[in-house]
């Protein structure tokens, strides 16, 4: 072979690669490395996936007419790419990796080897972050950043007027849950003798791994994954934007669409996903405030993310504004806890590997702020538990967006509640041992107390957020000594009680 291409993990789709790899099918190098697998402890479910979708491809791959080097080593991307290196005559050519650490391991490599190596730009996002990643900054919110992104691509827009006049319909999107609101349920996959081969692996190699590899349904191929998305859009997508912010016992999906596991690894495309949400709405079968809401999410979010992460890496790994220097609740790692919102959110993340962005964001996060817990902690534990997580998307969500460990970056405000927010949006407080309504005590809502007690020890920050100075004012006015002194400690109990580690 004289070329040959190097496609990592997270990059299995050759419509996101340039053309000339379809025409000219060079040598297609995959593999699986045990020092990745070990960097953090993978829920096994995500393991599970990253392979078997991996095996999948690159199976498919070689019933297209492709010659295709399946390689695995105990060690890096690295070791097992010099060990081919070491033998190949031709040229290799790998595409940028989305991750920090794999993207300098393998420059490494193509400076060891010099003009046999070559790197291409990472094809698989919409917005290329050389063009915005110096507009990264405080005060540069994703919402500017959204628009230009609606105009470049022309989704839901009439000439250069957004479609219906706004460019957000958020203020439609916060319902709660009726009861007894049916929820349609999200089909799933056999694991074939593939997928099976890895569980068998998986379990064999990472016996001590986050999770459970019980029950594996994903989708592991790109066409199993467009029955998915063909599922969402025309059974969920158009309750996803009224319900976006619901929280429900025992559903942890409601009306999102689960498919960020799949576009993260190129199985699904952001473009093909938005084409076919917009193209639901034109047909008159999704409302605009649901369709918005997913465009919003994808050309809006997951890029802004991706460029943030790009603009700050690799300093933001050590940001923590706070300086909270906790472990993290043991109940992250075990699931025990009697805060049945706490309960809830864990439970889908030990048995799916997902949760839904407000279980992660209003729940998870805001309670490892409100203990004080180290952010870098939550972000290894979300790296590890969620089966769509990966550092560059991951890595910003909770060191910018839900710890605001970045000082307010990415984030106006920190992003904590009392149990009110939780009660409103769930039907979890009427089932927890815990009242909602009792500020505190004993059996107080523990996010009732902590949250009080946060807004007071960290008040340089809400005030120097114009929009929440208001709850700094509200505790130092509005609450008696007494209560201060009660916030105080009943935080003081609980803290001191909370298993960590
Ligand atoms: P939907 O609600 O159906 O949204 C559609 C798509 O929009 C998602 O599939 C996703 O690709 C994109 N999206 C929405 N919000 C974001 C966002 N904030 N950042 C990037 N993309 C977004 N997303 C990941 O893909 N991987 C992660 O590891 C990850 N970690 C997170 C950690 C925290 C603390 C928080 C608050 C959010 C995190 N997110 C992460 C973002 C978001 O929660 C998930 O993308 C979403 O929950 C995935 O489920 P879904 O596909 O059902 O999403
Ligand atoms: Fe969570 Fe508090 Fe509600 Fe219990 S009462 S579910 S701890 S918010």
Known sequence: FDHAIFILHDQLNLDSWPDWVKKEKPLLIFMESGDKGREVPHHKKKAVYVLSSMRHFALECAEKGFDVLYHS???????????????????????????????????????????????????????????WKEKIEPGYRMEYFYREMRRKTGYLMNGDEPEGGEWNYDEQNRESLPKNHPVPEIKRFEPDEITKEVIAMVNDYFPDSFGSSENFGYAVTRDQALELLDQFISERLDQFGPYEDALKTGNNTLFH???????????????????????????????????EGLVRQIIGWREYIRIYYEAMMPDVRNANHFGFTEKLPKMYWTGETKMKCMEQSLKPVFDEAYSHHIQRLMILSNFSNLTETDPRELERWFLTAYADAYEWVELPNVLG????????????????SSGNYINKMSDYCKNCEYSVTKKTGE?????????????????????????????VNMFDNKKSDEQKKEIRESTEIFLSSLERG
């Open 73 to 131: 080593t105990a060690g890096h991307f690295d070791d097992g790419l010099k060990e081919i290196l070491s033998q190949f005559e031709g040229q290799l050519t790998f595409m940028t990796p989305s991750e920090w650490d794999s993207r300098e391991r393998l420059r490494k490599v193509a400076g060891e080897f010099g003009d046999k190596v070559e790197e291409i730009p990472n094809s698989f996002f919409l917005a290329d972050p050389e063009e």
């Open 257 to 291: 669409s689960q498919l960020s596991i799949y576009m993260n690894n190129g199985l699904l495309t952001p473009t093909e996903i938005c084409e076919k949400a917009v193209e639901s709405y034109r047909k008159g079968n999704a409302r605009l405030n649901s369709v």
């Open 401 to 416: 967006m839900s710890t605001f460990a970045d000082g307010g970056v990415l984030a106006s405000k920190p992003y904590v």
């Open 443 to 471: 059996k107080a809502c523990p996010f009732n107390y902590l949250y009080w007690n946060f807004v007071d020890k960290q008040r340089e920050t809400f005030n120097d957020s114009g929009r929440v100075n208001f709850m």
